[in-house]
Each structure stands twice: as C-alpha cells, then as structure tokens.
C-alpha cells in the first residue's frame, strides 16, 4: 500500500535500498532492524524508517523488517516485478556494455534489439542479439512493443533517432546522449550525462567537497 | 566571485549551465538574457537569474549575460579550467567507451592509463593507451601524479581495488561498481549507478511520472 504524494528524495534513494535488500537477500538473511540496515546504508536509523513508513506497515518495533517482503514490495513500486522489454540505439562500447549488462535482464528490463547506423557491424551478435540498420527500427519497435529504448549515440543524432522512437509509440527513453530531449508528456526520460557527472566529481575535487550525494 | 555556501541543487544544474553556455559559444552567440537562456533550457527565467546571482556581476539589466565570461567563469567554478589525469580501471566495453570520449579530453580530463586484470587484453591500444595489468596501478599512480580514476570493474572487484587506488593517494573515484565505496574523508567519490537510473525510469514508467528530474 502507498501512500500518496511519495516525495522524489524518497524515490531516489528506492533502487538503493532494493539494491542493499537484495543482497542481504542473497546472504541468507531473513530480517533487519533499520538500525542494522543504517549501518550498511550510510543513512540513518530514523530516516531509514521514516522513508519506509512511506509504503505502510513494513516494520515491526523490536522485530525488524522481513527483508524478503520489502523487497518483493520496494520492487513493485519500482515496476521491476514486470518484464520489460528495451531496444539499444548505438551499438558502439557503450551500448554493447549495456547489452552484456546481465543484471539489468536480472531485473526484468529484456534487451531484444540492438541498432546502429554502420553498416560494417550489421549483422554482429552481441550476448545473443543482431545489430540491426536502424532504417528497422520503427517497424520492430511497433511489432515487438517495445517499452523503453536506450541512446547510446552521439548528441548531434539523438534528437531525430527520439523522434523516430517517439512516432513508433516507445514510452520510455534511458538518454546516454549529451543533450535534452523535448518529448511529448507520456513519454519517460531518464538522462544519463556522463560529462555531467565527471563535472561534479571535478567540482568537488576543486572545492574539497567529499562525498557529496545528490 | 563565488558566495559561500552555494547549494547542492544550485551546483547539480552547473554542468548543464555549462553545456549550454558552450553550445551558444560554439554557435558563435555573445550574449543571451536569462528569457532566452529559459525558453532553451526548460528552467524559468528566474530561477537561472537566481542561480547566476550566486557568482556574482555577471549579468546587466536589460544587457544580457556575456556569453563566453560564463562559461569561463563556470568552468573555474566546476574546476575544468584546469587539466586533470585520469586512469580507468576495467578496459570492458564501458572503460574504453569513456577511454574513447574525446569530449571528456575537451573539458581537462586526460586518459594516461587503462588497467585491466585480463593478461588477454594486455598490451590491446585503446585510443592511444596500453591496457596494462592492475598489479602496475599502484606504481603508475605515483609516478604520474594521476588524480581521478574511472572504476569500470563488477562490484566484487571494486572494493578493493579502491583500496589499492586509495592507498596510491588517488585524489577521487569516479566509481562504476554497483557498490557504496567507503573511503576516507579526503577522496572524492562519485557514482554512476545505472542499474538504479533503469529503475528510477521504470518506476516513472510504472507510476506515470514522466521527465522528472532528480
């Protein structure tokens, strides 16, 4: 059960603790308090429990949490308890890295196609799946429905590459492309801008800032 | 000139200030208002004059920013005025997709060296650069004075391969491996999660939060 209006810090920190529930999953270990859980985390005790209290009766005073059913519960809210299948635009290093990525198929995100615009690759099988001219994109994105579609081009391309995602019916778009994408509402996008991250690191290199989260 | 205590969100939007701001650059525009700056950012006009009111004297009523004084000024501010040595661990599809970003080089961030602890890939030229075993990584961070080091390894590896990188007197992590890295107080650690960003998209895409940024 959630409660409404769960607000975006909350959500941020969600795929860390799903991440840290599943391996104490893995370990063996059946419960935790949010004190234990504090520990490994780096995050406090209150809000720790604070942020799960947003999902309603998870924890027990005195008894801990069933770290098997918060993260069954934490996955459902993440919508990584359904498959859902994705395509890769660009298969250069980048995009073959997150093709050969098993634990993204792990949790439920199925790379079926993967796509590039040089005909010299056409036809190369990575972890399993053709590299495909992307002249077939649109048509294998309608036939297969494909959900999400990640961009690993350069940005000079990625603006008309969305276009074609977007006029196909993709709903979600994970961009590795330097650049903002305008989309229409109901389409997802989730920006990845490595440059963007070095320039932080660099920041806080600079400015002795260590450690920072954002 | 830079007032204390900027706030972390203010510093989050500098790097896309800073992309922006060389685009104009690069398109040859000398200055831009903050309406301009707005209608091609998706951020409001006000909200950029409060965020570049934190350094100061930079814009001039009814006069516009001068382009090219903000982006210097930025850049000072993020610390990529400056060069800085670089080395990445893991030469997988992801170490030498950033091994192949000539943008990174752009922006001060020099590749001098690729590590990797598979003897088939030893001596493989990645844009210029050896890969080399990691039992030299230590010794070649000395010697080369190198600052920042890409972790593009599986989390099992990572935690103590920071150990040695640590011990070398690396000054910061950009760190791949899907773990937190505890590290002493004066190493700065940054995180690219991308199994957390899938989820942060599929959770948009689940629960119909579309481009929301964090």
């Given at each position: 059960m959630v409660k409404e209006g769960i607000s975006t810090a909350v959500i941020?920190?969600?795929?860390?603790?799903y991440r840290y529930?599943?391996?104490l999953l893995e370990?063996?270990?059946e419960r935790i308090s949010s004190g234990e859980l504090s520990g490994k985390m780096n995050v406090t005790a209150s809000q720790i429990r604070q942020d799960l209290n947003n999902f309603g009766g998870f924890g027990q005073q005195g008894y801990g949490y069933n770290v098997e059913y918060l993260y069954?519960?934490?996955?459902k809210i993440l919508?990584?308890?359904?498959?859902h299948s994705m395509i890769i635009i660009g298969a250069?290093?980048?995009?073959?890295?997150?093709?050969?990525?098993a634990n993204f198929e792990k949790r439920g995100f199925v790379v079926t196609g993967l796509?590039?615009?040089?005909?010299?690759i056409y036809g190369k099988i990575v972890r399993?799946?053709?590299v495909q001219s992307t002249e077939k994109l649109k048509d294998f994105i309608i036939n297969n429905k494909i959900e999400i579609a990640a961009l690993t081009i350069p940005k000079n391309e990625a603006v008309k590459v969305a276009e074609v995602l977007i006029d196909a019916g993709i709903k979600a778009i994970w961009n590795f492309a330097h650049v903002d994408l305008n989309v229409p509402k109901d389409v997802v996008v989730e920006n990845v801008h490595l440059s963007e991250s070095l320039m932080r690191l660099s920041y806080n290199l600079t400015n002795d800032k260590k450690n920072t989260e954002y």
């Open positions: 941020k920190r969600l795929p860390r603790y529930l599943g391996e370990s063996g270990i069954l519960e934490i996955g919508g990584v308890d359904k498959k250069g290093n980048l995009g073959q890295a997150i093709a050969n990525y796509f590039d615009n040089n005909p010299e399993g799946i053709e």
